[in-house]
């Protein structure tokens, strides 16, 4: 049951925005969104939970749409430091050890 | 600084032979994890661990066994090595009870059985 993440692929030029959405055909208790540049281990960006609705900071947020059990990642006024693989990791139960579901990754690349 | 260690970041291995990698994270964390990453395939959990001694199958377990005798370590073991498990082994470790993250990836051991 790997969610969905859309497109799996994007170019951008820099200063653009760009959206990334992961779906699950489940229930989903929260999402967590991961960037990972070439050769290195991915990062954290942020968690989700059902019930909250949009986080992140100035550039870099994201929503959690409970209805459509979809998450949509937004990166605004790209810069050439978002250039990456971002992965959506979902969870479909609370408690915190079930370990993270991941989608196949989205790659973004921004052209300067 | 807080970290998640891999034991090797590159490793070559012969078909049949019994491979060892470790992770030792120092954040104090309950939960641990074995991904391995795949081109296209994205990361898929192997097993993960919320306590010591104790251990749950992921996705994909077939294959390997892990060990987490102490808690700050959780190691993943191929009993027998074959060349489809070549690929990109990544530890992880998150707090317990805080909805499984967020999560603090190691560097990764890329693994090659020939």
């Known amino acids: 049951q790997q969610p969905v993440q859309s497109p799996q692929a994007v170019i951008l030029r820099e200063g653009e925005d760009a959206v990334i959405n992961c779906s699950s055909s489940?229930?989903?208790?929260?999402v967590h969104w991961y960037r990972q540049k070439h050769g290195e281990a991915p990062v954290f960006l942020m968690i989700?939970?059902?019930?909250?609705e949009q986080k992140g900071h100035e550039k870099i947020s994201a929503s959690f749409n409970e209805k459509k059990q979809q998450s949509s990642l937004y990166l605004t006024a790209s810069q050439l430091s978002y250039s990456g693989t971002y992965f959506c990791g979902t969870e479909y139960s609370g408690g915190g050890a079930d370990g993270l579901t991941f989608g196949k990754g989205t790659h973004l690349i921004i052209q300067p | 600084d807080v970290k998640v260690t891999q034991s090797s970041r590159y490793l070559v291995k012969r078909t049949g032979e019994k491979v060892f990698l470790e992770c030792v994270q120092d954040?104090?964390?309950?939960?641990m994890f074995w991904y391995r990453q795949d081109p296209g395939l994205g990361l898929r959990l192997i097993y993960f661990s919320y306590d010591v001694k104790m251990k749950e199958k992921g996705d994909i377990p077939e294959g390997y066994s892990v060990s987490r005798e102490k808690k700050e370590r959780f190691s993943l073991i191929l009993e027998s090595a074959s060349t489809n498990q070549t690929s990109m082994y990544l530890c992880a470790s998150s707090l317990f009870h805080l909805a499984g993250g967020p999560g603090f990836f190691g560097p990764g051991t890329r693994l090659t059985v020939l």
């Open positions: 489940k229930a989903l208790y929260s």
């Open positions: 954040m104090d964390h309950e939960n």
């Open positions: 989700l939970l059902k019930g909250g």
